[in-house]
């Protein structure tokens, strides 16, 4: 089945360092791939995504690329805020075996904590 | 719009009482599914529904009961609460059920069964 992986956290940074965040999946067919963010006590937010493989998903001066040679979507931000400190997911959405729908697979999630 | 709400915030049940987590969306999607956070587990996919009269079981659907009487609303019930059931709930939604499609999200329903 669909399966992702993502780096695993905390990462501590300091501010205006630069972010790497490491996802690597594996599915069947042709899935698109999602990051989301989770703030503290809320809901997840959707960050980015790309649909086909070489786009580049970018929101808010963060980048990813779907890299299907390597079966990958890092997550990359040249100079990271401490309002960037949250809990990032790393997803695909891929075809449900029975055909009829598509579903969200999750990594576990890193945890980002940017100080002054 | 309002996009995706979810009631209550905040929920205590006692091990097995039942209660119904209310999920409903302003957008107009046709799909709708519910999934359960757990610490080092990621989000996992309880069930879905690809339209109002329409729902079927993802991941982990034991103990969960589920209907889609209208486009707008698709509560999750617990039939008698265990102890593992104990998480946060997010309800999800999006306009197709195809996976280019973006799930949008609700607030969540943190649960405690003691």
């Known amino acids: 089945g669909d399966s992702v992986t993502q780096m695993e956290g905390p990462v501590t940074l300091s501010e205006e360092a630069f972010l790497t965040i490491n996802c690597t999946y594996t599915?069947?067919?042709?899935?698109?791939l999602f990051w989301y963010v989770q703030y503290p006590g809320e809901g997840l937010q959707l960050l980015l995504k790309?649909?086909?493989?070489?786009d580049k998903g970018s929101n808010k001066g963060f980048e990813a690329t779907y890299r299907k040679e390597t079966t990958s979507f890092h997550l990359e931000k040249g100079s990271v805020q401490v309002s960037d400190s949250a809990v990032y997911f790393c997803?695909?959405?891929?075809?449900?075996?029975?055909?009829?729908?598509?579903?969200?697979?999750f990594g576990t999630g890193t945890r980002l904590q940017v100080t002054l | 719009n309002a996009g995706v709400t979810q009631t209550p915030k905040f929920q205590v049940l006692k091990t097995g009482q039942s209660m119904t987590l209310q999920c409903a969306q302003d957008?107009?999607?046709?799909?709708m599914s519910w999934y359960r956070q757990d610490p080092g587990m990621g989000l996992r996919l309880i069930h879905y529904?690809?339209?109002?009269?329409?729902?079927d079981q993802g991941e982990v659907p034991n103990g969960y009961n589920v209907s889609r009487s209208t486009t707008e609303d698709f509560p999750l019930r617990l039939l008698s609460a265990a102890p593992s059931q104990t998480s946060v709930y997010f309800c999800?939604?999006?306009?197709?059920?195809?996976?280019?499609?973006?799930?949008?999200f609700g607030p969540g329903t943190r649960l405690l069964v003691l």
């Open positions: 999800a939604s999006s306009y197709g059920r195809w996976q280019e499609e973006t799930q949008y």
């Open positions: 599915a069947t067919g042709y899935p698109s």
């Open positions: 790309a649909t086909k493989a070489d």
């Open positions: 997803a695909l959405r891929g075809i449900i075996n029975t055909g009829t729908a598509s579903k969200l697979t």
């Open positions: 957008m107009n999607h046709e799909y």
């Open positions: 529904s690809v339209g109002a009269g329409i729902t």
